[in-house]
């Protein structure tokens, strides 16, 4: 199988674009007033327990866990590494609580079980559940001390466990040959994973690919220079997950580790614009996406994206114009 290139992973990110965002602006100069206030309760997932019976967690009987989802695949133990997403929120007031790693674009959390990364409550539940099992767990807010929350409020959580591996199955290599071609199938199977959208299961792969490259001490500069080429591809792709999730600070750091290791990649050059953009910082951009058009002028997605940018800039001084003095180079 071949390496996806840059068309094939170009991002198609959903956003609003520039002349629609000169559209809104100029519609809230009109509006006398207008004052838009931060959803403290907003969350893309559901909490939803009616008609599900609680179970109850051994160490803590004040806790009970509602199972919502019963996936099928490995279970989580004590010697796993799982990947995660999380919500917790006030049962009272539904007030959101730490969402960081639990909305449905966001990127899960790794931690191996039995090293205390997690509260008590949630690693207790994470071994009872098995690879896509989805779960309420409702507990007093005594047993989470570090959230800011009154003792009143139950704390509600909840948890999804991604993926579980066996952290015995890790393997110590010995020679640079067959960590690459492990590295190599690795790769292809987050491939495979982004083709099919699946970018929790493109992402995990991804990165344990990379976790297989750095946990390799290299010998030599050529097996350090053989371990920078085998990393390049994963940070560009890592980039496209990123991207298509809308994580762009993220993307944007993997793309500038891939193009510090290769300054003329058209393709670390376009996902570092990319990322860039989508931030509002265009200026950056703009030359990013240019010298990836450059590097690859017959690349109509790069070209594209150059011209976006091109109009971004043009709507953005145009916005500046409208703004109250005092109140210049405001537009994010």
Known sequence: MTIPNARDFAPRVARVTPREQLKQF????????LKIEPNGTDTDVSFDRSNIS?????EHPSVQKYPLISGAGAPATTSSTVAVRYVIRESIGHRILDDLHGRKNSTPLTIDLGED?????????????????VCIITSPPNLF?????????????????????????????????????????????????FKSKSWDKA???????????TSYDAQDDEEASTIDRNRFPLLT?????????????????YAREAVKLDGNSAKAQWRLGQSLMEQGRLEEARECLVTAAKLEPKDVSIRKDVKEVLEMMKIEREMEKLRPNGMRGMFK
């Open 26 to 33: 100029v519609q809230q100069q009109q509006i006398e007033g």
């Open 203 to 213: 992402e995990i792969t991804y990165l344990q690919a990379m976790e297989k490259l």
């Open 117 to 133: 990364q997690l509260p008590s409550v949630m690693e207790e539940s994470l071994l009872t559940m098995r690879e896509g099992d």
């Open 54 to 58: 609680p179970q109850s967690i051994t």
């Open 237 to 253: 792709n890592l980039s496209a997950v990123l991207l298509k999730r809308e994580d762009y600070r993220r993307a944007e750091v």
């Open 145 to 193: 001390p570090l959230l800011s929350t009154t003792h009143e409020n139950s704390i509600e959580i909840r948890l999804e466990l991604v993926s579980v591996k066996d952290k015995s199955e890790e393997k110590v290599y010995d020679d640079i040959t067959s960590c690459i071609s492990d590295v190599e199938d690795m790769r292809k199977e987050g491939n495979e994973h």
